[in-house]
């Protein structure tokens, strides 16, 4: 059987994607062929030799209706062309309005990173045509997430260049950050899309694109191992937290941990900081929190990166919305208390001898939680007592410390967020083998569940 015809298996669970089965990525070529056609240059045959769509056919919503669900003989994406390929120069010129647009890369660019070195990286791209054609489908179909793989993609290349990384490896890391979540193509956009909470099983689902960027990359000549072993580690995290294999450190790659630090900065800006008109500098506190995942120095290097900028940090608030902005950073303060004592009682006290990974993640991920706000600010008096000043009366304005000290709460809210989810994960998922540690689990979701979503931001 060859590799096309095998199910896509993920570490022992049911197959969730399959190469030749017809999914998202057809949706979005029919789309895109109304302004860029697209057309079949082979004939378009199902598993069985039926043809589906005769060759010189252009793929409309209509004849792509009557493909959805069939399984073909060859995954899609081999059998069609589209007119007009986004190229090399219209890559580069992508990546120059974003660093125009961007007053962080305007500035790294003017100091430190010559515009010029990004021509012969993005010259790469005339010899790869299939990560052309996605890379094409991207920028129409998706355009929220192409403008975050140029984000990606310009962070990689400058950690890289920091880091003094041979030009090959930094080529190659920027190339990982423009192909790493192709995966997103041929996953349901309505998952994708959802706004409210992801369920355990969609969560998984959308995991999945990971994989799903390997498998297809895997398949293109002219990529380097390394940029598929970057790939497959750009979720995985130095302190055993990350997906999909939940690797530790020692077993990953410098360049997947470069692009794994790229993607968490600009996966925080967009999804936590953008809408609200913040900068990438209020990343750092951030990062600075989450210091044990990331890869070592990667942090001191976007903090020194960003620093570097000199653009100024811009005030939460100020005047008469400082009480209240205190007042619910105290009472966010107590809740985050609680939640994560309740997290780590249940997680700490079944033991470190059961032998399970998956449980041993989740005490990693306590212990890892504990350690970072045990160092931290949050928990200590002083913070404390400047916000119970902040909170009595108004004329006081946020101070750096206090403006960190609510980016941390919200960062810790979205690590208990998480493992809380992780942990209902493990119970629903059945893994756990043994049934008293599984009912003891089980007895300490109940409990955190109330807190859950009601995190008390003082942002919100
Ligand atoms: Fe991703």
């Known amino acids: 059987m060859s590799r096309d015809q095998q199910s896509f298996v993920l570490d022992g669970r049911p197959p969730v994607w399959n190469p030749l089965q017809v999914d998202a990525y057809a949706d979005y070529l029919a789309l895109l062929s109304v302004t860029n ?3 079949a240059v082979e004939d378009i045959r199902s598993v069985d030799g039926e043809v589906l769509l005769a060759r010189s056919t252009f793929l409309n919503q209509q004849n792509i209706a009557a493909l959805k669900n ?3 003989s060859r995954p899609l994406a081999h059998s069609i062309q589209i007119e007009t390929l986004l190229s090399a120069e219209d890559l580069l010129q992508h990546l120059l309005n974003t660093i125009r647009s961007t007053e962080y890369f305007q500035s790294l660019a003017e100091r430190k990173h010559p515009l010029s070195s990004l021509e012969p990286v993005c010259a790469m791209l005339s010899r790869l045509p299939l990560v052309q054609q996605m890379l094409t489908v991207m920028a129409v179909q998706m355009n929220d997430l192409y403008q975050r793989t140029l984000c990606v993609s310009l962070w990689s290349l400058y ?4 880091m003094r990384l041979p030009a090959e490896d930094a080529g190659a890391v920027f190339w990982a950050a423009i192909t790493h979540d192709m995966g997103m193509l041929h996953l349901n956009p309505q998952i994708l899309n959802k ?15 990971v994989e799903i960027s390997n498998y297809i990359l895997a398949d293109i000549p002219g990529l380097s191992p390394a940029i598929l072993i970057a790939v497959s580690e750009h979720h995985e995290r130095c302190d055993g937290t990350g997906y999909p294999l939940a690797k530790v450190e020692s077993e990953l790659s410098i360049l997947g941990q470069v692009l794994a630090v790229a993607d968490a900065i600009v996966g925080i800006y967009f999804n936590r900081f953008k809408a609200q008109g913040r900068r990438w500098r209020e990343v750092i506190p951030v990062l600075e929190l989450n210091r044990a995942a990331y890869l070592y120095r990667s942090c001191d290097i976007v903090a020194a990166m960003i620093l570097r900028s000199e653009l100024p940090l811009p005030n939460v608030v100020s005047g008469g919305g400082v009480p209240e902005f205190a007042e619910r950073m105290l009472q966010q ?13 249940c997680l700490t006290s079944v033991g470190y001898t059961h032998g ?3 449980l041993h993640a989740l005490q990693n991920v306590v212990l890892h939680i504990a350690t970072t706000f045990k160092g931290s600010m949050l928990f ?7 916000l119970e000043s902040l909170a009595s009366e108004d004329g006081h304005s946020i101070n750096k410390v206090v ?3 609510s980016l941390m709460q919200q960062e810790m809210a979205f690590h208990l967020q998480r493992l809380s989810r992780m942990m209902q994960m493990y119970i629903s998922s059945g893994e756990g083998k043994n049934p008293k540690i599984r009912q003891h689990l089980q007895d300490g979701y109940t409990k955190i569940s109330g807190y859950i979503g009601g995190s008390n931001t003082p942002h919100s």
Do not use: G
Not at 380 to 386: C, I, Q, V
């Open 37 to 39: 056609p697209v057309v």
């Open 70 to 72: 069939k399984m073909l």
């Open 159 to 162: 950690i890289a260049q920091e």
């Open 195 to 209: 706004t409210d909470d992801l369920t355990a099983d969609e969560w998984l689902y959308i995991q999945c694109h």
């Open 333 to 345: 303060n107590l809740h985050l208390q609680n939640w994560f004592m309740q997290l780590r009682d």
């Open 356 to 358: 399970d990974r998956k």
């Open 380 to 386: 200590k008096e002083d913070l404390r007592e400047s």
């Open 403 to 405: 403006a960190d000290a």
